[in-house]
């Protein structure tokens, strides 16, 4: 009798255990599933924000792994999606692109300039604690940037950057065979000298990056590029003195921000706020609830990228 009393007691453990299991399930799942946050009044005329936050990368954010954490990015498909959502969606009278991020590809930062350009209706940019490089590279065609007195911005300029270990292969007997089909075609090995002709190849490439740069914020902030060039020696600056250099159009905080989109998108009283997301799995909803970047995950994503991609409007932080 007593063993079917416990069995009883087990049994009925086990089932709530699993109504619970399935309750949090649903509303990870159904929270995960929406793709669309709004805040503020439940109707009427809206300001959506677009963040660009943390590294920019090309392409799409890989699925997340519920089993191990990511340190995430600002993946350019995922940018552009949102904007376009924004574009789209006709109750979003204006834009926000906020943007917290030290740069990254050059590829990727084009990539969402070019979105930003085929935008119909008022968007501005907003910053963050920081925005430099491709951070200020996707701010500039917007119709305005915000930023805090604070904010680490500017850093206009390209870079690239390649390891030397020759020195150190040789010390410890390292030898590196390498078969090519041309003398430049390892130029950036590691294990042999980075020669005055490849330097004369590579500049050449930082400076048309460079370049195009230039112009885009030249046509951004309506300057010369004369002017421009003066300013972009790759100093990084404050908001406060990004204002003063023409770069910064007012300074402000989010709030101020979407204010004053609301303002261009004829928006009265206060605006609904409409973020997008991508729509995720429950398992991945899951993981990310139990797993969070660690300090290695964030260096190993920066070492990754730096490696793909040699080529990048990125402030690196000393």
């Known amino acids: 009798m007593k063993r079917k009393t416990w069995y009883w007691i087990i049994g009925l453990t086990l089932v709530g255990l699993l109504v619970c299991a399935a309750f949090v399930g649903l509303g990870l799942w159904a929270a995960s599933s929406m793709d669309r946050m709004d805040r503020g009044p439940a109707f009427g005329d809206a300001v959506a924000i677009v963040r660009v ?18 340190s995430g990015g600002a993946f350019s498909q995922e940018v552009i999606e949102s904007l376009k959502k924004a574009n789209e969606d006709n109750s979003v009278k204006a834009v926000i692109l906020f943007v917290d991020s030290p740069g990254g590809s050059v590829f990727a930062s084009d990539e969402i300039y070019l979105q930003i350009k085929e935008m119909n209706k008022p968007i501005i940019a907003a910053m963050g604690s920081l925005a430099a490089s491709g951070g200020y590279y996707v701010s500039a065609p917007t119709q305005e940037i915000w930023a805090s007195p604070h904010t680490l911005t500017c850093s206009i300029g390209v870079i690239s950057q390649f390891l030397n270990l020759e020195e150190f ?24 000298e980075f020669t005055p002709e490849d330097q004369a190849l590579w500049q050449a490439i930082i400076d048309e990056a460079y370049a195009g740069f ?105």
């Open 169 to 192: 292969a040789q010390e410890y007997g390292v030898t590196a065979v390498t078969v090519k089909s041309g003398k430049f075609k390892d130029t950036g090995n590691p294990f042999r």
């Open 214 to 318: 230039v112009r885009i914020v030249a046509e951004g902030r309506k300057m010369s590029e004369e002017q421009v060039r003066a300013l972009a020696d790759g100093r990084i600056c404050t908001g406060k003195q990004a204002k003063e250099m023409g770069l910064v159009d007012n300074l402000g905080y989010l709030p101020d921000a979407i204010d004053r989109a609301a303002e261009l998108g004829g928006i009265t009283g206060e605006p609904r706020i409409v973020e997008y997301d991508r729509p995720v799995s429950f398992f991945e909803a899951l993981g990310g609830a139990f797993n969070r970047p660690s300090p290695v995950e964030e260096v190993k994503q920066l070492l990754h990228f730096n490696a793909g991609s040699p080529l990048m409007y990125l402030y690196i932080a000393p």
């Open 53 to 70: 936050e943390g590294v920019i990368l090309a392409g799409e954010a890989p699925a997340p792994n519920p089993f191990s954490a990511d």
